[in-house]
C-alpha cells in the first residue's frame, strides 16, 4: 500500500499551551515577599477576591500610608484597571461558592479554598504569590498529568477558548507551550493531529485544540479548511497565528520520482492532496493540462494559500535534455504534456521569430556549418531547406548559380567537382542547402548529362520505383530501366 | 479547409462571448536591425590575371580565380555589398474557451513579417502573414478531435497540416491511438511545399499540395512507454508517394533512477532503414549520466531525385555526466565520436573525412542574483569543424535581468580555405513590467575573421540590435503569469 499522504503541516516549534498573560502583571511590580510581615490575608489589598463588587487592587493613597517618603520612601503606583489578561474562565467567588457548595453536599465541614492553594506551592512561605499553578489545580481535580499534557476534557475546566481570551495579545498566544504531543513523530499526519482534533462527547473539535488555536491557525496550511468540520467548529481569530506554523511537505515527496509519479498517488482520490494543495499550486506545473487540477479546490476565502509549488524540471531533465529529449517525448508525449503546452514545442520546432531564438547557443549562426554537415540532429525538423537555408544562403550568394564547379566555391579540394561523391553521400542534406536538381542532373542524368550513375549503397530502384516513378523520370525519361 | 476551419473560429466567437467566453492572448513583436555582408561571384579575361597568392592564377586587387583550361574567363569570389536586414515580426497566438459546449476550444496562432532592411529577404518574412496553427478541438478524457490548421509531432518528426486528427484513449490501461489526414505543408515550415517562397532556386516541386495521413498507437504502464507511429505523403497530382515512413520508440523504467531508451524509424518508400538509437540514463538530484549508440540517416521527399543519390548513415556512441556536487554550482560534459557508413564512391582526388568527433564541458554558477556559466565546445568532423568557449553571465533582479555573453572560437572548412576566428559580445536587458508584460533590449558584435590566403576572406562582423516586447492578455481562472523566457545561456530550457 502507498504511503498516506495526508497531513503535511508543520506545525512550529511554539504550539499550544496555556495562557500565561504577560500584560499588565502586578506580580512584577510589586514585590509580595518582601510584604509578607504587613500583610495577614490576600484580601486586605485584594478585595474583590472575597467580595463582590470591590476593587482587585489597592488604591495608591493605600500605599502611601506607609510610602509617605517619613516612613518609606515613596513610591509612583497606580493601580491596574483591569484583571490581568488571561485565558481563564475562573472566578474566584464562583469557585468559592462551588467549594462550598461540594462540602456541603458531602457533609463536610465548610472550608473555603485558600489563595495559596493556587498561587503559591505547597511549600512556599506566606505571600510567595504566583500566577496560578496548574499542578495545584490539578491536585484538587483529580488530573493525573503535566499541564499541557491534560487530557482534551481538562482543558475547559480552567479556560476559555482562545476567541473568547479577547485580552490576549499575539506576544502572549505567541508564548504558549508546545504541548509534548505535538513533537510526536506523525503528528502532522491526518492520524497524528488529524484524529486528535476530532471532538469527542459530539462535539465537532477537541477542547485543547480550541483552548490555543482558532481557524485562522488552521488556515495557515489547511486549503480544505471548509470540508473540515474541526476546522470549521473553530471560531475565526486572526490572532491565532501569532502561533507559527510551516508547511513541510511529508517524507514521500521526497523520493525522487515523486515528481515523475506523484499522479499515481493522485489518481486514486485528489482530496488527499486538497489538505495542503490548491488548484494553483497545481497549476504552477500544470499549466498546459489544468484538467488534473479540478479535484482540487482553488484558493479563496476561507481556504489556506496551501503549499507554493516552485516550477522545476525533474532530474532528469539534464544538461543535454535539449538535444536528447526526442526519444521520450516520441514514446511518451503525455508525459510531457503534463507540464508542457504544445505551444511550447513549437517555439523551436517552429520557431517563433518574434521571440527570442532559445535552442540554439550565442554565435550558432557562425558555427553552423560543423553543426549542419553531420547533423547532430536534423535540422530539417525545425527548418525547412528551402525557406530558411537556401534563401538565407541565396542573399549572401552561397548558392550554385553557374555550371558546377565554375566558381570553385570548395577551393580547399581543387578537384571537388570531380570528387565530390564521397562528401554527396554523407552530407547531401547541407549540398542542397546551396544547390538543387539542376546542378547535379549536369552530370547525373541518364537522357542529358554524363550519365554518371548516382546510386550508391542500398539503392532499391524497384522499391522506388514502385512508389515513385516520378522521380526515376527526372533522371531517366521515360525509360526507366 | 483553411478557410474553413478560420470560418469556424469567427462565427463561433460572437455567440461565445455571451457564453463567458476565456481567452488567452499572447503577442510578441520582436524587431532586429542586422547588417551582413556575403560573396559575389565575379570573373576576369584569362589574359588579365596575375600570378596569385599561392601561385595560381589570380586577380590584381589579390583574388585567387579559377581558370579552366580552355575557358576565356576565370572566375573568382569578392566580398557582396553590404546588406541591411531589419526584419520586424510579431505573431499573436489567441486560445479561446467557454463556448458552453464543456472541452471546446479553439486556437489561432499567426504570425506577421517583414523587414524593413534593404537585404533581398529575410528567412521567414515571406509572405508576411503565415497562419502557424488555426483549429477548434474539443477534448474529453478519452477523446480529442481537433480540425483545421495544425501541426502534429512523433518520432518521424513535427508535421503540418490542414485538416482533422483524433485521439482516443483508455486512461485505466494506459492506451491511446490516434490518428489524421489533410493537406500537407512543407518540412520545417508554415507552408505548402507549392509555396514558391519555399523554392528560391526553382527545385521539382509538386503541382498541388501532400495529401498527408498517420496513425500512431501508445501503450503505457507505470514501468514503460511504447509507441508506434506510421505515416505517409501522398502527391495527388499523380497519386504517388512522397514519403512513407513507420517508427517505434520505446522507454522502460526498470529501477528507480535509470531509465532505458530505444527507438527507429524505416523509410518505407525507399527501402532503408533510417535513423535509430538506444541509451540507458542515470538521473539522481546530484548526478546524471547517459550512455548510447545511435544512428542518423536523413530522409528526403520522393518529390526530390535526392533519394536517388543514396545518402549514406553516420553511426555514434557517445556519453553524457552531469552533476551538481553543491547547490550552487553545475557541471556538464558530454562526447559523442561518429563515422559514416562506407559511400562506395571512388574519389581520389578529393580528401574528404569521414569520421568525427563533438564534446563539451561546462559549468553554471548561481549564487544569490547571479548566474555564470561558461562552456567549452568542440566540434571536428566533414565538411567543417569549430570549437571554443562561450560564457555569460546574467544578474536577476524580481522584474530585472541582465545579461552579458561572450563567445569565442574557430571554425574551420574542410572544403574552402577559410579558417575563420570568430568572437562576440552581447549585452541583453529584460523588464517584466508586469506579470503579463514584458520587455527586452539587446546588441551584439560579432567579429570574424575569415582568414585565407588571398583577398577573398570576406568580413561576417556585425552589429545586431533587437527589441522585443510580450504581451499576454487572458480572462481564465488558471490565468498564470508569463512564463520565463527561454534563453539558451544562461538558464535555457534546462531552467524551465
Not at chain 1, 510610602?67 to 509612583?76: A, C, L, P, S
Not at chain 1, 476559555?160 to 485580552?167: F, G, I, K, Y
Not at chain 2, 559549468?363 to 566540434?379: E, K, M, P, S, Y
Not at chain 2, 576572406?457 to 504581451?471: E, F, H, I, M, Y
Amino acid at each position: 500500500m502507498r504511503p498516506v499522504v495526508v497531513a503535511v503541516v508543520a506545525l512550529g516549534l511554539t504550539l499550544p499551551g496555556i495562557a500565561r498573560a504577560q500584560g499588565q502583571d502586578s506580580l512584577a511590580t510589586f514585590d509580595h515577599p518582601r510584604h509578607r510581615k504587613l500583610f495577614p490575608s490576600c484580601a486586605t489589598c485584594h478585595a474583590a477576591v472575597e467580595q463582590a463588587g470591590q476593587s482587585w487592587f489597592p488604591e495608591a493613597a493605600e500605599c502611601a500610608t506607609c510610602h509617605d517618603g517619613t516612613i518609606q520612601k515613596r513610591v509612583t503606583y497606580q493601580p491596574p484597571r483591569e484583571p490581568t489578561p488571561s485565558n481563564l474562565r475562573y472566578d474566584h467567588l464562583r469557585h468559592r461558592d462551588r467549594v462550598l457548595a461540594t462540602q456541603a453536599a458531602a457533609g463536610q465541614e465548610a472550608k473555603p479554598p485558600a489563595c495559596e492553594e493556587c498561587h503559591s506551592e505547597a511549600a512556599d512561605p506566606w505571600m510567595t504569590a504566583k500566577r496560578p499553578i496548574p499542578t495545584r489545580c490539578f491536585a484538587c481535580h483529580g488530573i493525573q498529568a503535566q499541564h499541557v499534557a491534560a487530557p482534551d476534557t481538562a482543558c475547559a475546566t480552567c479556560h476559555v477558548t482562545l476567541p473568547e481570551a479577547t485580552r490576549l495579545t499575539r506576544a502572549d498566544i505567541a508564548a504558549f507551550d508546545t504541548p509534548p504531543s505535538h513533537r510526536e513523530k506523525g503528528f502532522l499526519t491526518a492520524a497524528g493531529h488529524g484524529a486528535l482534533a476530532r471532538g469527542s462527547g459530539g462535539t465537532a473539535v477537541a477542547a485543547s485544540c480550541a483552548t490555543c488555536h482558532a481557524r485562522d491557525f488552521c488556515l495557515t496550511c489547511h486549503v480544505d479548511a471548509p470540508e473540515q468540520p474541526a476546522i470549521q467548529a473553530l471560531a475565526p481569530d486572526p490572532r491565532s497565528t501569532a502561533i507559527a506554523a510551516q508547511l513541510k511537505a511529508p517524507a514521500s515527496h521526497e523520493r525522487d520520482d515523486f515528481l515523475d509519479r506523484h499522479g499515481e498517488d493522485v489518481a486514486p482520490d485528489g482530496k488527499r492532496c486538497s489538505t495542503c494543495h490548491t488548484r494553483e499550486s497545481c497549476l504552477a506545473c500544470h499549466a498546459s493540462s489544468p484538467r488534473v487540477a479540478t479535484a482540487l479546490y482553488s484558493y479563496g476565502a476561507g481556504r489556506g494559500p496551501g503549499a507554493v509549488v516552485t516550477r522545476h524540471a525533474p532530474v532528469w531533465h539534464a544538461a543535454d535534455f535539449t538535444e536528447r529529449h526526442a526519444g521520450r517525448a516520441a514514446a511518451a508525449p503525455n508525459s510531457c504534456a503534463g507540464c508542457h503546452a504544445r505551444s511550447e514545442c513549437l517555439e523551436c520546432h517552429r520557431p517563433n521569430p518574434a521571440s527570442a531564438p532559445g535552442y540554439h547557443p550565442v554565435g550558432f549562426l557562425s558555427r553552423h556549418p560543423a553543426a549542419a554537415y553531420a547533423r547532430e540532429s536534423s535540422c530539417n525538423d525545425c527548418h525547412n531547406t528551402g525557406g530558411f537555408c537556401v534563401t538565407c544562403h541565396a542573399s549572401v550568394g552561397l548558392t550554385s548559380r553557374a555550371t558546377l564547379g565554375a566558381n570553385h566555391y570548395h577551393d580547399a579540394q581543387p578537384s571537388f567537382a570531380l570528387g565530390h561523391g564521397q562528401a554527396a553521400r554523407q552530407s547531401l542534406e547541407t549540398c542542397i542547402g546551396c544547390h538543387v536538381e539542376k546542378d547535379c542532373l549536369l552530370c547525373h542524368s541518364a537522357v542529358g548529362g554524363r550519365r554518371f550513375n548516382p546510386h550508391g549503397p542500398g539503392f532499391d530502384a524497384q522499391r522506388l520505383k514502385s512508389k515513385n516513378p516520378q522521380m526515376c523520370s527526372a533522371c531517366h525519361g521515360t525509360n526507366i530501366p | 479547409m483553411n478557410r474553413f476551419a478560420l470560418a469556424l473560429l469567427l462565427a463561433t466567437v460572437p455567440d461565445a462571448a455571451a457564453a463567458q467566453v476565456g481567452y488567452r492572448l499572447r503577442l510578441d513583436a520582436r524587431v532586429q536591425a542586422v547588417s551582413y555582408r556575403g560573396l559575389t561571384p565575379d570573373s576576369i579575361p584569362v589574359t588579365d590575371t596575375v600570378t596569385g597568392p599561392g601561385g595560381g592564377p589570380g586577380t590584381a586587387s589579390g583574388y585567387a580565380a579559377y581558370c579552366v583550361a580552355g575557358e576565356a574567363y576565370c572566375s573568382f569570389y569578392r566580398p557582396g555589398p553590404e546588406l541591411r536586414a531589419v526584419p520586424l515580426e510579431t505573431e499573436a497566438d489567441l486560445s479561446l474557451w467557454g463556448f458552453g459546449v464543456p472541452g471546446l476550444s479553439a486556437r489561432i496562432d499567426a504570425r506577421l513579417g517583414t523587414d524593413l532592411g534593404n537585404a533581398t529577404t529575410w528567412p521567414g518574412t515571406e509572405p508576411a502573414v503565415q497562419l502557424k496553427e488555426g483549429y477548434v478541438e474539443y477534448a474529453r478524457d478519452w477523446l480529442l478531435a481537433r480540425g483545421g490548421r495544425q501541426i502534429v509531432s512523433s518520432r518521424l518528426g513535427y508535421l503540418g497540416f490542414d485538416g482533422g486528427y483524433a485521439v482516443v484513449r483508455d486512461s485505466r490501461h494506459g492506451l491511446e491511438a490516434d490518428g489524421y489526414a489533410g493537406w500537407g505543408l512543407a518540412r520545417g515550415s508554415l507552408l505548402p511545399v507549392t509555396s514558391p517562397d519555399l523554392n528560391p532556386l526553382d527545385e521539382f516541386r509538386p503541382a498541388e499540395r501532400t495529401v498527408v495521413a498517420g496513425v500512431d498507437g501508445g501503450w503505457s504502464g507505470s514501468r514503460f512507454d511504447l509507441r508506434a507511429n506510421y505515416r505517409r505523403e501522398v502527391d495527388p497530382t499523380v497519386s504517388y508517394f512522397v514519403s512513407e515512413r513507420a517508427a517505434a520508440q520505446a522507454v522502460v523504467y526498470p529501477l528507480n533512477r535509470v531509465t532505458l531508451q530505444a527507438g527507429s524509424d524505416w523509410d518505407l518508400a525507399a527501402g532503408e532503414w533510417g535513423s535509430a538509437e538506444a541509451s540507458a540514463s542515470y538521473a539522481a538530484p546530484r548526478v546524471n549520466a547517459t550512455a548510447g549508440v545511435r544512428r542518423y540517416r536523413p530522409y528526403f521527399d520522393l518529390w526530390s531525385i535526392w533519394m536517388a543519390f543514396s545518402p549514406v548513415p553516420y553511426h555514434t556512441w557517445f556519453g553524457q555526466v552531469g552533476g551538481r556536487p553543491v547547490q550552487w554550482l553545475e557541471l556538464r560534459g558530454r562526447y559523442e565520436r561518429y563515422a559514416f557508413d562506407p559511400t562506395e564512391v571512388s574519389t581520389a582526388l578529393v580528401n574528404v573525412k569521414n569520421d568525427g568527433w563533438r564534446y563539451e564541458v561546462g559549468g553554471t554558477i548561481t549564487r544569490a542574483a547571479w548566474t555564470l556559466d561558461a562552456g567549452w565546445h568542440g566540434d571536428f568532423g566533414p565538411g567543417a569543424s569549430s570549437s571554443g568557449l562561450s560564457a555569460s553571465a546574467s544578474y536577476a533582479l524580481s522584474r530585472w535581468r541582465l545579461t552579458a555573453f561572450a563567445t569565442g572560437f574557430d571554425r574551420p572548412l574542410e572544403l574552402r580555405y577559410e579558417d575563420a576566428k570568430f568572437w562576440s559580445l552581447g549585452l541583453d536587458a529584460q523588464t517584466e513590467i508586469s506579470p503579463t508584460l514584458r520587455c527586452s533590449l539587446g546588441a551584439a558584435y560579432y567579429k570574424e575573421d575569415r582568414q585565407r590566403p588571398d583577398a577573398g576572406g570576406v568580413d561576417w562582423s556585425q552589429l545586431r540590435l533587437n527589441a522585443q516586447v510580450t504581451l499576454v492578455l487572458g480572462r481564465a481562472a488558471d490565468m498564470l503569469r508569463l512564463p520565463k523566457a527561454v534563453r539558451r545561456q544562461p538558464g535555457g530550457r534546462a531552467a524551465r
